[in-house]
């Protein structure tokens, strides 16, 4: 079964996090909801990046604000792929978290996706993981296709007066 | 054999690229370069995209600058993940291309990289890679070896008085 | 009669396009409200605008979000005048709305209005189809005339104290 | 025959807009080029775009750099359609003058297009001017899949590793 | 008697500039309050600035927001000083009003002040008009010698504990 | 016969600060240049502006980059009007310098004219001193009329195909 | 006993400052709390700073907003490190205030922090008191570890599923 | 003697520190210079960090590009404190280094200077380490004299027309 960490910097994060864990879960992906700061627990930290793939990690996701530096201390631990969500902080609307994130130095990328956007995260997370576990990519088609056939939805019934 | 699509919005952009091709090839990934524009060929890049996983590809790497919307757009086609790297262009630094690739919507992730960070993109699409093809791994794990070894080699050499 | 399709790319967008909505109509223009997305219905999308001529619009106005494609992914089928407007979304201020939406690459323009601002697109779009529909050009004066007028009566307002 | 006004807030602006000029002119838009200052010359410019219409512009096209007032002044004075270019200055990339063409006011839009872009506002001119003159379209679609095959080429080019 | 001419580009901007009204009044300075677009009314903007000088006013303080051209245009059509106030509009946090105000092109200057700076406007108009009324000096000196007052005043009181 | 102050931060600043020389002696204004800096000399800085009324300076111009203090710091010592010039330095491309003059605290206002222009400046402070100096005005609106009949004699040139 | 001054540009900064105060107490630092404006009482502000070394202090604390000159004129005028914390305006989210503060220009130093970042003010306060005062390093190991110990608190409870 | 570590995270960075170096040596503080990456040798920066104190190290001061993490990860790791200095890198003119390093989260610290402000890095470490080291006082007072003076100095060369 794939195996993902959710590693957030401080609890406060949670509810930017909750529908990634969510997500996960409906593609029936394990996750590990932690809490670490690469700051405050950096040994912590370093540990569980060191040890995440003998420990059945297929990769991390991890959310930070401000200087934002988790995911990129995570990664330097790690060959797993690690998934960056830029938490919007109370200044800059997140422009500090992304920037700290994405523009991350030669030979240790970290994945970085929109401000706040724990939900793509664990989309992108199973995409790769459909890399390995062929049997998510029917459940990513059909994600796909309920997408698109509730904007059709919502296109419709506007056509049809509904919302207008 | 691993194989990646290496996609660029316009020609211009290919000096930028060529560390992630000879990167990805240095890890013996296979990596179809190509061009093609999201608003120039739109049809080739729905195309290509929609029939990427059939025709072997695992992941697709996309640039481009400006409104930089190429990996945005093949993602909207496609399951596999998809690599965004953002290219500087002559105004702003980049900061329009990185803002038009990782902002993505709900639904549809672009694991974006640091802009112009070609190499970087390669280095991350290795690491999903490795998910699927086990042999990459031990190769990560030596890459991640040497990028250390010759930072230290560096102290080294700053310690002994010869570089300062 | 003039027809214009007003395309936004999440039914969240509505109240921002209301003003536009009420303006074209004000000028009697039909006006066909569309939800659609570059990402989530790119088919829908692509469809829509390589039939826009022939379905008898004279013109597209795209609304989007964040990474805000749409108008570009439309301008990339059709080669009606399209106008994009950028919705601000919950970060960045609309900046990197208006940055996806304004940059696009050359061959491909996209008619850009403010952040949020619907209502100039609307009259943006009069404008434009002014060239076809020569009656639309004294509507347009009165309306221009009608707005002096009122800034000319707030003026006078205030000059007599009435709000000061 | 289609008639364009191109108006710039200084000579050093030539250069720049030399594209919109060669583009306008490969599709048989008749094009008058000027000089005006939005502060310099602030009479002539009032006037010029009051008289635009009765003396056979379509439509106005402005470009200007800094607090780059000349496109939302000239749409001051007029109901025609006014495309403005911002132009990167020396400092701060341009966004300046971006923001001070595109963030127009209620009532008064101007069709904004990316820094520099004159090719793309000349090309955007001739989408608007296609409403009226419709032997303009077939043009337009030319250019388009003229555009479309020299990327396709490149990329031809590219695969039999002509670039590579 | 000095006078001045205080113009805002929208009725919305006047609670702003109450604080600059109130402050150029208790300087006994004669301040004619005035509602006028760069846009909207350009013929008027542009007549009232032309005849100020004649009309009695010392300097103009004018206040926009957005794509802020009303004080660039009162300032192409008169010699008289011009002072800019950029109104914060509901998008960038005022950075667009500041651009449009503050990068004025050569020759044409505006005295800009901050964001939101409508009483600061005020106490810069008193600072010129103090050149040519003397009578102003004593009472800016006086104005001046209340603010560090008022702050010593607060100091003193933190001090004694009163407020922490 | 009208005096003013230039104060620059850094003998660095002086190419910066030579149009500012020249304009100000083309109205036959005295001009004082000198290198103060709000920080390496303060207290030269402080008793500079104390005296400067006395000392029979009409006003200041001051040009600063980077944390650009120094008009501010001379506008807190003085009731003269404080004209502040921010200065690109080798970051930021001014911004810092622009935020760090244009947005003093209430009370004490720094009349802020662009990035790095000096003669704007210098055209501003003509402006100031003609409220005091009336024989300033006419040779304003000289200079108003040279710049006008200079835009218009390219325009000109333009048309008559010497240029294009 | 190690003793701080602790200034803000105006009393409404005292709550954002509050957390500093709290801190250095529980440090058993001595913290004289002042509010002193570089604008409004810049006598005050430069001869406190003149005095602050003979008055007993070890280092100063200054926070400001805008263009928030404190940190950088206290700096000017005394040899101890001066700790400068950017506040929160109502504009642009701090950036204008942080670029004011840590751009300073060569030879005079501000150890920033981040926005509104009083809290770490104190702490950095404290760290550089601790190379004088070693009674303060064991108590600066003993909050690192308690911090640390919360978080790994906070990671346990999410496990055991008390807050998921 | 007091001895301070600059870290740099790459060798790229250091003629950009050179002038930290100089400083320090004319100080007469003992500087260890070294390269570590908190990315690529995350365990050497980790160690290093963690026992810097027990080596006799008083600060340390670090420097790093784009997503500059090294400052706040060797925070994480000491009491010591920890200057940082954001370096510009190609993109983004440092905006990115500064935000990664200035904006830390709560209990971590990183004393932040100016982008690629090397030079004040020393300086400020010079004023902490005087706390411990009250001989350095004099020479900080020396230092802030010969400053003051080649400003005065350049300002009376100006004065005698040296240089105008």
Redesign the interface.
């Known amino acids: 079964m794939p195996k993902v960490a959710l590693i957030m910097?401080?609890?406060s994060d949670?509810p930017t996090l909750q529908p990634a864990?969510k997500r996960l879960r409906s593609f029936e992906v394990e996750v590990e909801?932690?809490?670490?700061?690469?700051?405050?627990?950096?040994?912590?930290a370093?540990n569980f990046s060191k040890s995440a793939?003998e420990n059945g990690f297929?990769?991390l996701i991890a959310a930070a604000?401000?200087?934002a530096?988790l995911p990129?201390?995570l990664?330097?631990?790690t060959?797993?792929?690690v998934?960056g969500v830029p938490v919007?902080?109370?200044?800059?609307?997140?422009?500090?978290s992304?920037?700290?994130?994405?523009?991350?130095?030669?030979?240790?990328?970290?994945?970085?996706?929109?401000?706040?956007?724990a939900?793509?995260?664990a989309?992108?997370a199973v995409?790769?993981?459909?890399?390995?576990y062929p049997e998510l990519?029917p459940k990513?088609?059909a994600?796909?296709a309920e997408?698109?056939a509730?904007?059709?939805e919502?296109?419709q019934n506007?056509?049809k007066g509904a919302?207008?």
């Open positions: 910097g401080s609890q949670l864990i909801v932690r809490i670490m700061s690469a700051h405050r627990t950096p040994d912590l370093a793939r297929d990769l604000g401000k200087a530096h990129g201390v990664a330097a631990f060959t797993l792929p998934i919007k902080s109370s200044f800059l609307d997140g422009m500090d992304l920037l700290s994130i994405v523009q991350m130095p030669p030979g240790i990328p970290v994945a970085t996706v929109g401000i706040d956007a939900d793509n995260a989309i992108l995409q790769m993981l459909a890399l390995k990519e990513l088609k994600f796909k997408m698109e509730k904007v059709l919502t296109d506007l056509q919302n207008c």
